[in-house]
């Protein structure tokens, strides 16, 4: 069990292997008249018997799972999940059960924090981009319209609960896609632990209890390290933002585009992380060696290295422009508030704001020359 401190609030996280078992009698523990789970369609497959039956015996279960994809964080299917846990008898002592990946799991924290001003939420990751990131954290959000992570409040969790095995049956590409914000923190945060993540790499076995293990400790360290006196990720936090500028722009471009068959979250902000360190080298902070091990890690991880096939760089700048860290810096229209690197583990701004502002021109032609690498081109200026 690990302790997640972000700022005054404390929640605890327990971590085993093949323990579903224990798990449902720690919930059953909280007392509550009805277990309202929030999940997809491919989780519920996956996994729902091993925690629906078990729960059941305990309280009433209610189960909202739409299909797998991005798109379920909307604003009409969290409307539709309210009215279904109202109709469905839910009360103040109900406990909201996020049950699956980082996208079910912002849409089932923000249902918790609206029904009835805030009822009890506790956490069930199945997958790594969710145990090593998004449930260490208090924001839940969904998209609008326009961009990833518009709509949204904060709201603490009673507890998070990983049963490791879970993980195991997860695909390559998912596996990797947490390991992408793992990459992430080490570059941004802790550089020190880059020679372990090469050693994860090369050995080869994503789905090993001890990598998993090491891989889950290693990000708790990390962005508690961060949000220890920012519990909100509005100061020093942002420094997880490393990568999600140009990587939010172009998951939600590609999810459009794909549906759920697009670029993962992680492959995004990795992808994101190509942009920002070529950025940051123009910028003068990291250099030529900074952005090849950028390159190396993402290729090593099968995360993109241009633009995937069928955006547009236009579309994607677009995306850019309505970035969700607006307005945390005071910055012209023909600029971004983006986190960049001085050198690998220290960001340019200073260490309570890690953001500075950077030209929207130059933001477009590091983005226009990672669209032609794809295509082959080159591009002369």
């Known amino acids: 069990m690990r302790t997640v401190a972000l700022g005054g609030t404390r929640y605890p996280y327990f971590y085993g292997y093949d323990c579903m078992d224990r798990i449902v009698e720690s919930i059953a523990a909280y007392d509550a008249d009805r277990f309202i789970v929030v999940t997809d369609d491919k989780v519920l497959t996956q996994h729902g018997d091993s925690l629906l039956t078990k729960l059941g015996t305990h309280a009433p279960v209610q189960v909202l799972s739409l299909p797998a994809g991005e798109n379920i964080k909307s604003l009409p299917n969290l409307a539709s999940h309210l009215e279904d846990a109202i109709a469905s008898g839910a009360t103040r002592r109900s406990i909201v059960i996020a049950f699956g990946g980082g996208v079910p799991g912002n849409l089932a924290g923000l249902v918790a924090a609206l029904l009835f001003r805030g009822v009890r939420l506790v956490h069930i990751p199945t997958t790594t981009v969710a145990a090593m990131d998004s449930v260490i954290s208090l924001k839940q959000a969904i998209n609008s319209g326009s961009g990833k992570n518009h709509i949204g409040t904060y709201h603490m969790p009673e507890a998070v609960y990983l049963d490791v095995a879970m993980l195991r049956t997860l695909e390559d590409r998912e596996l990797r896609s947490g390991l992408c914000e793992a990459t992430k923190n080490c570059l941004a945060i802790r550089p020190h632990s880059i020679a372990d993540l090469r050693r994860v790499l090369a050995e080869g076995d994503l789905t090993a209890p001890g990598t998993l293990l090491w891989l889950l400790e290693e990000s708790l360290e990390a962005k508690v390290s961060v949000t220890g006196q920012d519990r909100y990720e509005q100061k020093a936090g942002l420094i997880l933002e490393y990568g999600h500028t140009v990587g939010h722009a172009v998951e939600i471009c590609d999810q459009r585009l794909r549906g759920a068959a697009g670029i993962s979250h992680g492959e995004a902000v990795m992808f994101g992380m190509l942009a920002a360190a070529r950025i940051s080298a123009a910028v003068g902070g990291l250099t030529r060696d900074d952005v090849a091990l950028h390159d190396e890690l993402a290729q090593a991880l099968g995360a993109p290295v241009a633009v995937p096939s069928g955006l547009d760089v236009t579309d994607v700048m677009n995306a850019v422009r309505r970035d969700n860290k607006r307005g945390y810096l005071p ?51």
């Open 331 to 381: 910055v012209s229209e023909g600029e971004a508030a983006m986190v960049v690197l001085d050198q690998l583990g220290t960001p340019m701004g200073s260490r309570d704001l890690p953001l500075v502002p950077i030209s929207m021109d130059l933001v477009e032609e590091t983005v226009a020359s990672l669209w032609a690498e794809r295509h082959g081109l080159s591009l002369h200026h």
